[in-house]
């Protein structure tokens, strides 16, 4: 047997494995979504855009104890300014969170006293800038319908002040 004849034969078995692999797959379902038409089913725990609740009328629920921030591995990823009004309650002047910065890990939403910050299972975050994704107060914030359907969605109790 020469050189030639062991290539051809090693080619056929080759061909062999492949048309074998093929058809192993060939009657099994198929576990590819047809994305963006078919939104994949994520886990209760998955971790996606970040988002404030706020109360069921819509003020803000967040009290500006800076929790969030101290805890950040990321450093000033979130930026927090507050003052307190004429009867002590606090008013958040500027909340921002830099998405492009931040690693999803949750340890702000672990934190919060009073449950305002929270993990959304949205994933589509692309941007065309990075100024982009530093999202306010305003784009971070729930209306108030919104947070009360996240809260029976997730089992938390209501804020209605």
Known sequence: ???LDNKVVSGVVE???GLATVAKHLFRPPVTL???EVMPDLSDRFHGRLSLLTKSGGEDLC???QACARVCPCGDLIQIEMHRDEQKVP???RFTI???RCIFCG???EVCPVDCIKMQDDFELAEYSREALVLDKYALSLSGEESDE???RHGLEKHVE
């Open 1 to 3: 047997m020469s050189v």
């Open 15 to 17: 061909v062999g494995r």
């Open 34 to 36: 047809e994305y963006p």
């Open 63 to 65: 009290i500006g104890c």
């Open 91 to 93: 008013v958040i002047d």
């Open 98 to 100: 830099d998405l492009g």
């Open 107 to 109: 340890n702000c939403t």
């Open 150 to 152: 996240y809260r029976v």
